[in-house]
């Protein structure tokens, strides 16, 4: 493992901690046996995966935790300082007064005594004690950003999380959010790939010193929501085999050229470590060309917070219009 650094580099956040740039992501549907879990995450380390990401609603944070404390044991990471993880804030305690037991929740389940990263996950709040994704629209409340996030940086200046961030916010709510904030976001996560590039909001991130995360790098393929638009992408497939590489290798390493990390997930092997085989070459000028010409379309339009009573009425508003 001491070649680490070496294969999956890390930046700099806003916050001054380091983040690889490649995490492994720890959301699956179903949910397997928790032992089954605890097995892959340890792969994962053992492959030079150091950044996870998972998630309150995810329902694999104990399993997370174990697994760190299975790699300590058997050598595969010598301290807990090696790792970078990431949880967020469900919508249900998205709310002032909820983020910090919210997040001492989390480290419980984790076994941690700090996160590297915790994410507001969406820019909605749902009433507490709600199902997780069952809820009733009229369960679906007023989001406060500004309450939300001071709360979020109270829990950054407790130590109990190094960086703070956001996830799946526009352009025009990070501007809101950063009228009143007095630490930024450190990253904002999306969704990102070659059929959804965000071209407003990259650019917007990365002027405002926003870290850029991709979740669903390759469109959610084989899962309920998806897309093919990556996986099928003749343009994809075309530039996979002149360079020797998997469509999947050429999708990432479109989005680590283009500034922005990414959240990968399988748990095959063989898939694991070909996801970080992504840094000892490059997509040239004209095959980043040719990338902008795959036509564009949103994969998940988030329409469970939509409610013609609720804060978001359309998936318009949701987005802000970038749909």
Avoid at 29 to 50: C, H, K, W
Avoid at 141 to 149: I, Y
Wanted: glycine share 8%.
């Amino acid at each position: 493992m001491e070649n680490f650094d070496e294969k999956i580099p890390e930046i700099v956040l806003n916050s001054g901690h380091k983040m690889p740039v490649v995490g492994f992501g720890c959301a699956i549907e179903p949910v397997p046996p928790t032992e089954q879990l605890v097995s892959i995450f340890v792969d994962a380390m053992e492959n030079g995966y150091r950044h996870f990401d998972t998630a309150a609603c995810y329902d694999t944070e104990e399993a997370l935790g174990r697994a760190v404390a299975k790699a300590l044991q058997i050598g595969v990471i010598k301290s807990r300082d090696e790792l970078f993880i990431t949880s967020k804030l469900w919508c249900t305690e998205a709310d002032h007064d909820l983020v910090l037991p919210a997040l001492k929740q989390t480290l419980g389940k984790l076994g941690l005594e700090y996160l590297d990263l915790f994410l507001i996950h969406w820019p909605v709040r749902v009433k507490h004690g709600a199902h997780k994704f069952n809820f009733a629209k009229d369960e679906i409340l007023p989001f406060d950003v500004h309450g939300t996030w001071k709360a979020m940086e109270e829990c950054s200046k407790l130590g109990l999380t190094k960086s703070i961030g956001l996830s799946n916010f526009t352009c025009e709510k990070i501007s809101k959010l950063l009228e009143n904030a007095t630490i930024p976001p450190a990253v904002n996560q999306v969704e990102m790939n070659v059929g959804w590039q965000q071209r407003k909001l990259v650019p917007f991130c990365e002027e405002k010193g926003i870290r850029i995360c991709a979740w669903s790098p390759l469109g959610g393929y084989g899962t309920i929501w998806g897309t093919n638009l990556v996986m099928e992408s003749s343009i994809l497939q075309e530039i996979a085999a002149s360079k020797g590489k998997t469509v999947a290798q050429v999708a990432l390493r479109w989005i680590y050229q283009h500034g922005a990390s990414v959240i990968v997930k399988s748990f095959n092997k063989e898939r694991m470590k070909q996801n970080i085989q992504i840094f000892d070459w490059e997509l040239t000028e004209e095959e980043m060309d040719r990338i902008l010409q795959i036509p564009q379309s949103r994969g998940f339009g988030g329409d469970i917070f939509i409610h013609p009573t609720g804060p978001y009425k359309s998936v318009e508003e949701l987005w802000d219009g970038d749909i």
